[in-house]
Structures are given as C-alpha cells and as structure tokens.
C-alpha cells in the first residue's frame, strides 16, 4: 500500500513540473509574439496593408518581348530619318505614325491625334564663346557636357554677337528681386543653375534688354558641366548653358573690381512654327467623367534615337493599352468602371510643350470626357529601362510647394501602392524626387493626383543604393556605384543597346498592377481625394 503522503508530493511535483512548462511555452510564445510584432512595426515604416481587390490579369500579360518589339521598331524609325526622333522630324512623324497604326490594327481603342504648332530651332552655324579678363582671352568648347551649351529658343531668328561686361545674379534668379541689380540692362548676367526654378522661368525673369544670359551648373558630381535644356521661343537675348568651372571663373573675375571681366557670344539660329502632335487612345468602356490618365513622351532629344528616353516609356505604354484592350475584348468581367485614356505627349524635351497644350485644352473645354475635371489621375512613365536602373517611384510626399493641397493625399498613396508591389516582388525601391519636371506636372499643379516611375538619367547611383539593390537582388546585380543611371542619357548611344530588360519588364509589370489596382476600386474618387475633390481644377 503507498504512503498518502508521498503520492500527494509526487502529485504536486507533477503539477508544478507542468506549471512550469506551461509558463515556459507561454513565456516562448510571448516572445515570439513581441518578436514578430516589433519586426511588424519595423515593416509598417516601409509597407501598407493595401492589396489587391482582384487576381492581376494585366501583370501576367506583360512580357519583355513586347517592349522590345516596339523599342526596335522606333531604333528602325530613328536609324532611316537621320538618327534622331525629336519634334520637327522625320523620327518624331515616323514614331507617331507607327503609334497610331499599330494601335489602330491592333485593338479597338479610340485613337486621336492632338496637334500643336511649337517652335524650331536650327543653328546656322556652331555657336562660340569666349572671355576676357583684365586683357587675357579665352575661348571655350561648345557641347553637351563641355564648357557651354545653347539653350534651345535662346535669342531670336537672327544672329546674336555679344560683347559685354559680367553681372552678378544672386540667389538662383528665382524670384524678381534677384534681378534688381543695379546696372545690369545690357550686360551678360551670370546667375547659378537650381533654386527650385527651370532655366526658362529664370530666363523670364530676367531684364528684357539683357545683353545675354549665362547659368553655371551647380557643381555636384552630377552637375559640372553644360547641359542641353530650353526657354521661351520669344527670348531675345541668347542664353547659354556653362560649366561649373567656367561659371566661378568669371564669377570670381566679375567680383573683383579691379579686374575687367567681358564675354562675347556669338550664336546664330533660326526660328519657326511648325505642328507638333500628341497622340491618345480611349478604351471604349468606363465612365468618360473618371478617366484614368496614363502618359509619357513620344519625342528623343536631336542627339540620339532616346530609345530609352523615352522610347522606353512609349513602349510600355503601348504594351499596356494593347494588352487592356485584349484582356477587355475577350471578357467583359474584365472591364472596368472608369475610363483609361492612353497618351504619348509630343514636346516634352522642349519643356512639357505637350502635355502643357493638352491641359489647357482640358481647362478650356465644356466637351464631357475632355474637360480637366473629367481626369481623376495621371499616372507618368518617363524612362524605365536604364543600364544602371533604380525603380524609382515618384516621391508623393515631396511635391511641388505650388502643388494643390487635394492632391497630395492621394499622390503619397500611389507612391505607397507602387512601393508596396516592388516589396512584394523581393524587389528593390527607390524614392525619387517628384518635382513636376516631366509631363506629369502641368496636370499635379492643376491638383490631378499624380505619380509614376523612373529608372534615372544623368545623375549617378550611390554605394549606399548599390550596396541595397545588391542585397535584395544579388551580389552583382545592384548595378555600378558612383556611375549614372543612365550614361547616354541625351546622348547619341541612347540605342536599343542601351536597354536594360530586366528593369523594363519590372517597370512596366508595377505600372500594369497599379493600373489594374485603381481599375478595380469601387470608388477611385475617394481612394484619391479622401479629402474631398474641389469642384473646378
């Protein structure tokens, strides 16, 4: 017979033994729990809980050959019409016929054609510049990425020869009283390249009756030298783009009084209106008065074919209004409740000329289906397969200071909706500025909720951004530190060979998600405008 007393200790050991082991699988668990949601906390920084509201057919549809395709069709284009498809050519009018043919033959969109007349620009002869301080001559070399550079428009029909004294313009040139310099009518005004304003608003700002205008780059390594950029068509004194070196030269020269510091500028150009067009294509379902806009440029820049800026863009924009309008026609569950307008914006390499025209028709218009309020948002895709690419999203959270305040709510949503898809795909992202300066902005400043990607021009990837595409990607595969995005950027190697297929297929597989996302909302006007959308834009 067992002792009670003994059974009752061997009872509570047993108790206590599993007491002890439930507190420690509780104790386990806790810690798993506090674990996973501090790692929940550290993600809710960089994720959001948005998903999808349905599967995404036009994601699965999108393959690199398509792109391809078209970006060899516009090589082919630039490589018979002089090499070049900017405004006022034989490329730009080939790229905009293939457009519309192949859209045409090949879905049942509506397409239109939308013509403007804009400016050209023909050099008579290589422009020279030269200086001379206190006696000693010095002549310059004229190039994109030289000592200087015309800007497109710059002086007038005629020649241009200046020979002048070097004024100082402080603080960028941005605002009118920059320009109350005392004596400043007729000489050569020096102002610093920046200062959140474009060449042409500085150019505007400046005194009519400037012997000319010349605006150094900043600096940076990715600002030393002359770029190409444009102005006004009505600028009458010329305007030149110099180096950061030769911007402090004269600068330090015109500062000391005792030196006698003067330029001369000989430029010679003519001048004359001719059509420009932009092309766009409506799908023939969803409701005109909520229209998705989706757009980049069709125009190169003279140098080169601009197979990636932005024949890259193009292509994928082509890709998805063909694939849409496939996906629609073979089943009608597909179809979405909003309208998608498709557009190729002519003239942007000028200075948003295009997509510019195209808004202020919108503004100007009673026409249902092509009145600005009729446009919910814009989506831009401006070069999207650069050879040392990021994925650059545009940054909704640092919009323009002009930017209507409606508009912003929503512009920070899609930048989390396109970084939320680029996580999910093991994918790295990249903030990029969203500063209004691609064809976006004239419709963001009109308070369109806007966004879109971006695989970078001329400025140059960091180690710290290589070293992170590395670790998500692959030892290898983050690209190359310290060199651009893009190193042909505006340059005659901007060719098919200039492509990087991997990060044009990705690009255009986040632009069709968020594309189909926005689609599928029961209510896109409020998703955008949680704020309410004000009546007129």
């Known amino acids: 017979m067992q002792d009670p007393a003994r059974t009752t200790r061997i009872l509570v050991g047993i108790i206590v033994f599993l007491t002890l082991v439930i507190l420690a ?24 809980t948005l998903s999808p509201p349905t599967a995404n057919r036009l994601v699965a549809s999108i393959t690199v050959d398509q792109m391809m395709s078209h970006l060899n069709a516009l090589q082919r284009i630039a490589d018979t019409t002089g090499g070049t498809r900017a405004i006022h050519t034989e490329g730009f ?43 000693t001559s010095k002549n310059y070399t004229w190039g994109v990425g030289k000592d200087f550079y015309q800007l497109m428009y710059s002086g007038n029909s005629s020649t241009s020869s200046t020979s002048a004294r070097v004024t100082i313009v402080p603080n960028f040139g941005c605002n009118p009283s920059d320009w109350n310099v005392p004596n400043i009518d007729g000489t050569v005004a020096l102002v610093a390249a920046g200062g959140g304003c474009l060449y042409r608003i500085k150019t505007q700002l400046a005194p009519r009756n400037l012997g000319g205008l010349l605006i150094y780059n900043l600096g940076t390594p990715n ?9 006004n068509p009505n600028t009458t004194f010329p305007v030149i783009s110099v180096s950061h070196s030769v911007g402090m ?18 430029l010679a150009a003519e001048k004359e209106e001719r059509p420009v067009g932009n092309i766009c294509a409506d799908t023939r379902t969803g ?3 909520q229209t998705i806009l989706i ?26 209004a063909t694939n849409i309008a496939r996906l629609f026609h073979n089943s009608v569950d597909q179809v979405y409740k909003y309208r998608v307008r498709f557009c190729w914006w002519g003239a942007e390499e000028v200075g948003l000329r295009g997509a510019e025209y195209h808004r ?14 009729d446009y919910l948002v814009n989506l831009n895709y401006d070069m999207l397969a650069s050879p040392n690419y990021m994925f650059g999203i545009y940054n909704g959270s640092s919009a323009p200071n002009n930017t209507p305040a409606n508009a912003i709510p929503g512009s920070i949503r899609l930048t989390e909706l396109f970084r939320d898809w680029f996580i999910s795909q093991s994918l790295p992202w990249t903030y990029t500025d969203f500063s209004g300066r691609s ?95 004000p009546e007129t834009v």
């Open 439 to 533: 064809d976006y902005g004239p419709f963001l400043e009109t308070g369109i909720v806007a966004s879109g990607l971006f695989s970078g021009a001329e400025d140059r990837k960091s180690k710290i951004e290589r070293d992170y595409y590395d670790r998500v990607l692959g030892s290898t595969l983050g690209g190359i530190a310290e060199t651009a995005y893009d190193s042909c950027y505006h340059l005659s190697c901007d060719t098919v060979q200039n492509i990087n297929q991997f990060a044009l297929q990705r690009m255009t597989q986040a632009a069709a998600y968020v594309l189909e996302y926005l689609g599928r909302l029961d209510n896109l006007q409020d998703w955008l405008y949680p704020k309410g959308r």
């Open 249 to 266: 030269q004269l600068m330090n020269a015109a500062n000391d009084t005792l030196t006698n510091t003067t330029v001369t500028i000989q």
């Open 25 to 48: 699988m509780v104790g386990v668990a806790l810690g798993i729990i506090v674990k996973v949601s501090k790692k929940q906390d550290d993600v809710a920084a960089v994720t959001t």
């Open 93 to 135: 009018h080939g790229t905009l016929d293939y457009i519309t043919q192949y859209l045409t033959n090949n879905t049942d969109l509506k397409v239109q054609r939308q013509d403007f007349n804009w400016s050209t620009f023909d050099l008579i002869s290589d422009p020279t510049f030269s200086s001379s301080i206190s006696g």
């Open 223 to 231: 600002n030393l030298f002359a770029v190409a950029s444009s102005v």
């Open 360 to 373: 202020d028709m919108a503004r100007n218009t009673e026409t249902v289906g092509e009145r600005i309020s």
């Open 295 to 320: 757009g980049g440029h069709s125009d190169s820049v003279p140098a080169g074919a601009g197979i990636n800026d932005n024949g890259s863009g193009s292509a994928a924009i082509i890709v998805l």
């Open 287 to 289: 409701d005109p008065t």
